[in-house]
């Protein structure tokens, strides 16, 4: 009896040990939890479900009830169910879905009306491990079930979007344009690397949560210094700002004039994330204390953060949940005085704000191009790049940069180091794409390909084709020809150049005029080929030739018609009584004898009396036109080659003659 009575006890004193042992690590992973400090609970959680069977049924567990009853002071905490989601939830919060997803299936397999919410970050996780068809389902399956309109459904309702754009995306035909790779290891060690920052002197900046070495402490954010060319960094160390042991710090941007720093500063103060901007000055090779910003941009109560100062240095880019925004975190952009320091500030706006988050901006001068991220519209899933062109109070609707810039995870932090139209020539990115658990820096690049321009030309009168015409491209700044082309026998010419620019087409054709036609640059100069406005060429019509009246007399010397002249003006007035619109010149010549002066105004006098006579006839006067021309259009030679007088000649120069200007 006393055997059996010792080996209960000893039995009861193990399980009350092992007990407590369950109880400590559910209370240091819900603590964990609620301090957003996700990797220290994950762990945690781990091991208190590894002292629990494989199994579980709905509240089939209370991890303290098991503990000697008598110790008042234990605090409540998660239960089984309870615990296996947050696990889920830590997991999310790091990245790692291939952990996250089969937690949240076991949760719905148990108790899926006690946690509505495992049904979409399970149909998230699924969309992020890439298995598409299974995360169409899953959404579908918790829209169904959930019955609320509220964020989660409008969020669910996106992301079946996002599964169109994402299998439209991963169609794409330029893809073989992109090289993506993971940036140096030196670069992406324990812990996250993001937020990457070229400085003026080509020096790389950027934040990671690597263990400081000097403190052996890890998962701290601090900036970092690299030396970086041709894809490799050497030389990582610290950036020289002071940063308390208290704090985090990171996505920093320089002023222009390389003055002054401005840093996201951030701490957890009840398990809440509070973030603000500070600001530094250069002092010596070193930065001076940071300060905080004033109320302008650091609104008490309020988080902002991941600062961007404009080219221009009078502008300072920045997110932040303050209120006045469109929802969650916007974009908003600070006015600096000539000091640096921020004056007012304006929300960007709904063109680039939605209801979710917008964050981490940045502004590509060469291209007049704002980059963000942002989880609030259609896209891969996640934070996905927006861009968008334009300037501060006149930007663009944002374009989703789409596959390969972006994947199925969120990708958040974009810098650029081109300083031409190639706004993807040589790029570091932040992202988790290729991560379980922090985001990572990845190189882009993305061949630029000639642009193609081409364009018809066209007979202005038929729009038929012009088959030949010389086409002369001119740059209309330099005013240079770019290039020529002829055109082929359906008026087609087609050229290429590296970027798009305001262009004039000059085309010249045999029987045509002259013609011209600009070509703007298009709204979207990623586009890889545009079709020119036609151009017309105006057919030359040969005047039509003069017809003499024959039998048309006038006096000797005189411009007096004579009767038998009468005859042939009856005709013409016949022909012009028929043809109501048709308008003439009536003209009027004479031989080469007397004075030019003589024979002009002879001639004129002569084509007079014709004009007079069809108008007594009736004719309307604004039809009519004459003109004299002496000599001056002989038809026949006055006289002969030996200098002799030609009478034929001359009596056939001496003639009146009409032409049709208008039928």
């Known amino acids: 009896m ?12 193990t399980m009350t040990l092992q007990a407590q042992f369950t109880y400590d690590y559910l209370k ?19 091991k208190y479900l590894g002292t629990r069977t494989k199994s579980f049924r709905k509240d089939s567990y209370k991890p303290y009830a098991a503990v000697n009853a008598s110790r008042k002071n234990m605090v409540p905490v998660s239960s089984e169910q309870q615990a296996v989601y947050k696990l889920a939830e830590s997991y999310r919060n790091l990245h790692n879905y291939e952990k996250a997803a089969p937690h949240y299936e076991n949760v719905l ?34 829209l169904q079930g959930y019955g609320s309109k509220d964020s989660y459904s409008i969020s669910a ?15 794409r035909s330029d893809l073989s344009l992109y090289e993506i790779r993971k940036a140096p290891a030196a670069l992406n060690t324990t812990g996250a690397s993001y937020a990457p920052l070229w400085t003026a002197d080509g020096a790389l900046l950027f934040t990671s949560t690597r263990p ?22 050497a030389n990582i ?5 002071a940063q308390p042991e208290s704090l985090h710090q990171g996505a920093v941007s320089i002023s222009p004039d390389g003055q002054q720093l401005f840093i996201t500063r951030w701490q957890i103060d009840h398990g809440k994330k509070i973030t ?20 302008v941009i650091n609104v008490p109560g309020s988080n902002t953060q991941q600062p961007f100062v404009l080219p221009d240095g009078k502008h300072l880019l920045y997110a932040s949940d303050r209120p006045g925004g469109q929802g969650g975190f916007d974009l908003w952009c600070a006015t600096l005085d000539e000091a640096g320091k921020p004056v007012s500030t304006v929300n960007l706006g709904e063109v680039i704000n939605t209801a979710d988050n917008e964050q981490a901006p940045y502004y590509h001068t060469a291209t007049r191009t704002l980059v963000f991220s942002t989880d609030g519209r259609t896209g891969m899933g996640g934070y996905d790049f927006f861009s968008s062109r334009g300037e501060v109070g006149s930007f663009q609707t944002p374009v989703n940069m789409g596959y390969p810039v972006n994947s199925v995870k969120d990708d958040i932090y974009f810098a650029s180091r081109s300083n031409n139209r190639n706004l993807l020539d040589d790029v570091l990115l932040g992202t988790d794409r290729a991560a379980e658990c922090c985001l990572e820096l990845f190189f882009l690049h993305k061949t630029r390909p000639a642009r193609q321009l081409s364009g018809i030309v066209v007979a202005c009168n038929s729009n038929t084709p012009v088959a030949g015409a010389e086409v002369r491209i001119i740059d209309t700044v330099s005013h240079q020809v770019i290039t020529t082309r002829s055109t082929g026998a359906d008026g087609s010419y087609a050229f290429t150049l590296n970027e798009y620019q305001p262009l004039v087409a000059v085309a010249n054709a045999v029987g045509y005029t002259q013609g011209t036609q600009h070509i703007g640059v298009p709204q979207n100069e990623d586009t890889v080929a545009i079709t020119a406005p036609e151009l017309c060429l105006t057919p030359i019509v040969p005047p039509p030739s003069p017809v003499t009246l024959e039998n048309v007399y006038y006096d000797y010397d005189k411009a007096t018609l004579k009767e038998e002249s009468f005859a042939s003006l009856d005709k013409l007035v016949t022909l012009l009584q ?29 084509a007079k009396s014709c004009v007079d006579y069809l108008v007594e006839k009736g004719i309307d006067p604004h039809r009519l036109t004459h003109k004299g021309y002496g000599a001056s259009m002989p038809i026949e030679p006055n006289t002969l080659p030996d200098g002799s007088d030609n009478p034929e000649g001359r009596q056939k120069n001496r003639r009146t003659t009409f032409t049709i200007t208008k039928k």
């Open 109 to 142: 397999e148990a108790d899926r009306k006690n946690f509505p919410l495992a049904a979409y970050y399970y149909a998230v996780s699924l969309r992020a491990l890439g298995k598409y068809e299974e995360a169409e389902k899953a959404f579908h399956s918790f």
């Open 28 to 46: 240091a992973a819900d603590q964990y939890y609620k301090k957003e400090d996700y990797n220290s609970a994950v762990q945690y959680y781990e």
């Open 237 to 241: 160390r610290l950036l020289p700002v």
């Open 212 to 233: 400081d070495p000097a403190k052996n402490k890890g998962f701290i954010n601090r900036v970092y210094t690299a030396d970086y060319a041709d894809g490799q960094a």
């Open 276 to 295: 603000a901007i500070w600001v530094s000055r250069k002092a010596g090779n070193s930065w001076g204390e940071p300060a905080p910003l004033d109320a």
């Open 578 to 606: 028929a043809n109501p619109a048709m308008e003439i010149e009536l003209s009027a010549h004479t031989d080469g004898k007397g004075s030019n002066r003589y024979n002009q105004r002879l001639s004129e006098a002569r």
């Open 2 to 13: 006393k055997k059996i009575f010792f080996t209960a006890s000893v039995l009861l004193a």
């Open 157 to 171: 309702e996106r992301e079946v979007n996002n599964l169109a754009f994402i299998n439209a995306q991963l169609k």
